[in-house]
Each structure stands twice: as C-alpha cells, then as structure tokens.
C-alpha cells in the first residue's frame, strides 16, 4: 500500500506563486511516472503535469512556461511549482503516482486526498 499526502495549497492573488509537495511512504517497491492533476467544481479532472522517473515531463498546455514540475527520487516526492497564477488555476490539486508496492505486486495508480488551490483578487 501506498499513501500520498499533499501540502502547499492555499489562497494567491493573480500573478502569485505556490508550490506544491506531496510525498509518498508505505510498502513501495518502484515509483514510475508521478503527476499532479486538477479539478474544478463542475468540471472533469485534467492532468496538470508528469514527470518519469528518469525526468521527463510533459504538461498541459496551458501551464506551460508558468509550472514546474520535478521529483526527489530519494525522498519519494514530487513538487510543482506554480509561477503567475491565474484565477483559471483555481481547483483541487491531487498528485498521483504510478506505483508498484510490495503487497500489490503490479503497476497501480495511487492518489493524494487533494489540496486547494485559490488564485483570486
């Protein structure tokens, strides 16, 4: 089994910047790609931004140039930084990571509870 747990939502005006952190823990034998995904109230959830192990990213694009995302192998964490924040960013964050751990030997998608994100004046 495999937790997640977000942190570093909150409230930002426009143009503000957030970083976001979510770090797994339990019985994980191999992370492969993790990501942050979004969701808005009366809207279908979009993937944000996802990173490999290896390091390769890809993101939606309408972030582009504004986040980032990156990991810590060593610490089971990926981050995503928000620059010039946008009232459209407002949503429920959720990180995800594609795992494999040693109680449920096979590739498995995992998710965080969710942080808030508000960009607004």
């Known amino acids: 089994q495999v937790q997640l747990v977000e942190s570093g939502g909150g409230l930002v005006q426009p143009g503000g910047s957030l970083r976001l952190s979510c770090a797994a823990s339990?019985?994980?034998?191999?992370?492969?790609?993790m990501g942050w995904y979004r969701q808005a109230p009366g809207k279908q959830r979009e993937l944000v931004a996802a990173?490999?192990?290896?390091?390769?990213?890809n993101y939606v694009d309408s972030v582009k140039g504004r986040f980032t995302i990156s990991r810590d192998n060593a610490k089971n964490t990926v981050y995503l930084q928000m620059n010039s924040l946008k009232p459209e960013d407002t949503a429920v964050y959720y990180c995800n990571a594609n795992a494999v751990s040693y109680h449920r030997m096979y590739d498995y998608a995992y998710w965080g509870q969710g942080t808030q994100v508000t960009v607004s004046s």
């Open positions: 339990g019985s994980i034998l191999r992370i492969n790609t």
């Open positions: 990173i490999t192990s290896g390091g390769s990213t």
